[in-house]
């Protein structure tokens, strides 16, 4: 195939991989954009064995794809929905490990290479290695082989910014590198790389993983793109570079989202011990008061509303004792009586399965006439969307998933708030705990619901590791602790 030929196609496959992507920005023809995009890369495989050189290669090369075909095979087969991210995350690593390995045997082959090749190389592998271990780290994380909450090595930031510094130095060093001393810059590149990957990820935790997953995936489209420059193959460089750019606006949107920047997820400015739990729910008992000692003037809707709550109790002890704490048994009566409804899913959701019985829950409502919509959290789950393709396997109406900015204003007009199996994305310490991982976190505002029905397991502290001072049980709280399936068959109970 002549370069003409070939870069046509390149731009054909690449318009087909950019309208796939806008084919999966929305739930109704997601499923179309990921086929679409699959079959221009198997053609982009096919184009790119056309026009290369197999004489003697062949049968490795079609081992290789035959091996890594069944294995995704039985990656498929096995996989569930509940292990996606972890899933997205090893093959984030694979990504990066495949422009490592192409990178190194450009350097290795012996070959007189350029210095724009060598540089690229270098880079190849820096940002190979790196996504290769922290996606390794972040998968590792996900599916329960490591901690899930951050973990800090003493000198963390030094270690991690040292790391920076000798993989800058060996970049610049390899393109003035003798042909004998190449090999040994790239392997020593590639440990650096790795370990900075492996400082990175294993200090994320929390509320700012989907931002990592996300990061990770647009890394292992630039070290594709950066290989293909190496390589000088612009398909390579031209599908890399979608990958690259989409995973970091998506990454940028998520940042925004949080209230976080770039720089302090991967360099772990949130990573601090968590405030007691005493003081979180004496903040999130009574906000106005905390806000009065302080000197500081109630700046959030959110916390007038919430101290309105609190105030309310108050005035119950004072004119005859506390309300009585509303048992399980009241929920279908809250439920009965609610006429506009607001359901919060989480991970804890995703665990149980139980998205079949939300529908069932979502049908019931409507059937006797209440409003329900869904509130999704920017961060809920474990990347970004899950909760979306979970509700949406099930049928749920796409135009009922509603993002957290446009909904949050709608709690305190809402009768009834139901929480299934989230925590810190509701964790009202996000607002008052300094000091804590997810403080200065957006968060659904749930607790300014005029009552709350709480479906998770128990009352244990989310990913973050921040205790949750809405599990103080109050008048306008109720808590269904346990499985989310049996939580469920509560509310849909007549009793």
């Known amino acids: ?35 679409v995009s699959a079959l221009c890369m198997l053609a982009a495989i096919a184009i790119t064995l056309m026009r290369t050189d197999l004489s003697g290669s062949l049968p490795y090369i079609i081992a290789g794809l035959a091996g890594g075909s069944l294995v995704s095979l039985f990656m498929t087969a096995r996989a569930r929905m509940i292990q996606m991210p972890q899933i997205v995350g090893l093959l984030n690593g694979l990504g990066g490990l495949a422009s490592l390995l192409a990178a190194l045997l450009t350097v290795s082959s012996g070959a007189a290479r350029s210095a ?4 690229t190389s270098a880079l190849a592998l820096a940002v190979g290695a790196l996504t290769f271990s922290g996606s390794l780290v972040a998968a590792g994380k996900l599916h329960g082989k490591l901690p899930q909450k951050s973990l800090v090595y003493p000198g963390h930031s030094a270690l991690t910014v040292f790391a920076v510094l000798v993989m800058a130095a060996l970049i610049a060093l390899l393109p003035l590198s003798t042909h004998g001393n190449s090999l040994l810059l790239s392997l020593l590149l590639i440990l650096a ?9 294993i200090r994320v935790g929390g509320a700012d993983m989907p931002i990592t997953i996300s990061l990770l995936n647009s890394t292992s489209g630039v070290a594709a793109a950066i290989a293909g420059m190496a390589l000088g193959d612009i398909l390579l460089v031209a599908v890399g570079g979608i990958v690259g750019a989409s995973g970091l606006l998506l990454t940028q949107i998520m940042c925004r989202s949080m209230n976080r920047s770039l ?11 968590a405030a007691s739990p005493a003081a979180n729910a004496s903040l ?17 809707e959110s916390i007038l509303l919430e101290g309105q709550h609190s105030e309310t109790l108050c005035e119950d002890s004072a004119s005859g004792g506390t309300a009585a704490t509303p048992a399980p048994a009241d929920a279908p009566a809250w439920l009965e009586k609610a006429q506009s409804v607001i359901i919060v899913p989480g991970y804890g959701m995703a665990i149980s399965q139980a998205q079949e019985k939300v529908k069932l829950l979502l049908d019931t409502l409507q059937a006797a006439g209440k409003q329900v919509r869904f509130a999704i959290h920017p961060v809920a789950g474990r990347m970004p969307g899950h909760m979306n393709v979970l509700l949406a396997e099930v049928d749920i109406p796409y ?3 509603c993002e957290m900015d446009d909904i949050n204003r709608d709690f305190p007009s809402t009768d009834l708030a139901i929480v299934i ?55 306008h709280v109720l808590l269904l602790l346990g499985d989310a399936k049996d939580s469920l068959d509560i509310l849909l109970s007549k009793k």
């Open 399 to 401: 135009d009922l998933l």
């Open 421 to 475: 199996g989230a925590n810190d994305v509701i964790n009202p310490a996000a607002n008052t705990a300094q000091g804590t991982p997810i403080y200065g976190m957006p968060i659904l505002n749930v607790s300014q619901a005029k009552q709350v029905i709480i479906c998770n397991y128990d009352k244990k502290p989310g990913y973050a590791g921040v205790d949750n001072p809405l599990y103080e049980e109050g008048q």
């Open 263 to 273: 720089g302090s997820v991967i360099f772990g400015g949130s990573a601090h011990p």
């Open 116 to 119: 724009f090749e060598l540089t």
């Open 1 to 35: 195939m002549n370069d003409t030929f070939y870069y046509i196609f390149s731009v054909l496959l690449s318009l087909g991989v950019l309208y796939g992507i806008r084919l999966m920005s929305k739930v109704k023809t997601a499923a179309l954009g990921n086929r």
């Open 284 to 300: 999130a008992k009574n906000p106005l008061t905390q806000a009065s000692e302080s000197g500081a003037a109630a700046q959030d």
């Open 193 to 201: 790389g790795l370990i900075f990957g492996w400082l990175f990820a």
